[in-house]
């Protein structure tokens, strides 16, 4: 029997102004309702630009309450439209702590929590250590009207440990909401390719090895030396893409996934009876030294 849910991703460039993109986010959570979504995924700190690719403490301004206003707002638009919203944000915890969070509110517009990006990366443009602290809620899940979902953040997708964690926890779906793109400055062309495939060869490895569906939703747009490369996309239990955003367009999209899918991979590729969690203790460890 199918357990079919439809699945709103929303791509779109952002701009200085913040209001300006959350109108726009909006509006995309308004069209895939009216297309028939069920769960609707915004893209990675959606209501700015890509702060991170600089130090400036001004852009600590920009953080704020979860919940708080726009999750009260988000909340209003989940329970008028019936939908599910993951909407990623910039969390000021107290003064002086800061964390890169998501927020899940639930069809009826209940706020069903948050979840603390736990891998913070620090590369020439992203410059994430600068801003969030680690997060200290651990791996999460949420009971949804429609599916237990597991929420992740862009970083995280790198880290199989993270979506097994999430998996084992019972998600049906994991979500990564996402902002990667190319360094402008960079000469070759390949090397941008072999990025790309990269971020997306992970994660869909990801829906494989836990036999559960992943939705990645990223940004697109130029900002400062980053392009944004778009590609978002949704991958099935054995990572076969359902859907793939182009990587220089704004659109909203409603993909239907069938989670009764996850019984049939997994008792034909039955990874979690396999698993030897007696031999994984080492795992634990930074490094393994040959001392």
Same mark, same amino acid.
């Given at each position: 029997?199918?357990?079919? =849910?439809?699945?709103?991703?929303? !791509? ?7 209001? %300006? ?5 909006? /509006? &995309? ?31 600590? /301004? ?12 988000? &909340? ?13 944000? #910039? ?12 927020? =899940? ?19 020439? &443009? ?17 009971? %949804?009207? #429609?599916?237990?979902? &597991? ?7 790198? $880290? ?30 390949? !090397?941008?390719?072999?990025? $790309? ?16 569906? =992943? ?24 990572? /076969?893409?359902? $859907? ?7 659109? =909203? ?13 997994? %008792? ?11 031999? $994984? ?11």
């Amino acid at each position: 029997m199918s357990k079919n =849910v439809n699945i709103g991703l929303v !791509q779109m460039s952002c701009s200085a102004d913040v209001e %300006t993109n959350i109108q726009k986010a909006i /509006s &995309g959570i308004r069209e895939a309702a009216a297309n028939g979504a069920q769960i609707v995924c915004l893209q990675e700190l959606f209501t700015s630009l890509y702060f991170c690719d600089v130090e400036d403490h001004h852009n600590f /301004s920009l953080a704020e309450a979860i919940p708080g206003p726009t999750t009260n707002r988000l &909340g209003e638009l989940a329970g008028e439209l019936g939908v599910v919203i993951v909407a990623s944000l #910039f969390e000021k915890r107290a003064q002086g702590l800061y964390h890169n969070t998501t927020a =899940v509110l639930d069809a009826d517009g209940a706020y069903l929590g948050k979840y603390r990006k736990m891998h913070i990366p620090d590369d020439p &443009g992203y410059y994430e250590k600068f801003y969030f602290t680690p997060g200290d809620l651990g791996y999460k899940v949420f009971d %949804t009207k #429609f599916a237990r979902i &597991g929420v992740l953040i862009c970083w995280d997708q790198w $880290y199989p440990e993270a979506a097994r964690i999430t998996a084992l926890m019972g998600a049906e779906i994991l979500f990564y909401p996402t902002a990667i793109g190319w360094d402008t400055n960079e000469p070759d062309p390949a !090397q941008n390719t072999e990025q $790309y495939n990269a971020w997306q060869t992970i994660q869909r490895s990801h829906a494989i090895a836990n036999g559960v569906h =992943v939705v990645a939703v990223n940004r697109v747009g130029r900002e400062a030396d980053q392009q944004f490369w778009g590609g978002s996309f949704v991958a099935n239990p054995f990572g /076969s893409l359902l $859907y793939l955003a182009p990587h220089d367009q704004e659109l =909203v999209h409603v993909q239907t996934v069938d989670l009764a899918l996850s019984e049939k991979y997994r %008792t034909t590729w039955p990874y979690f009876r396999d698993r030897r969690i007696d031999s $994984y203790q080492p795992i634990t460890r930074r490094y393994i030294d040959q001392e």
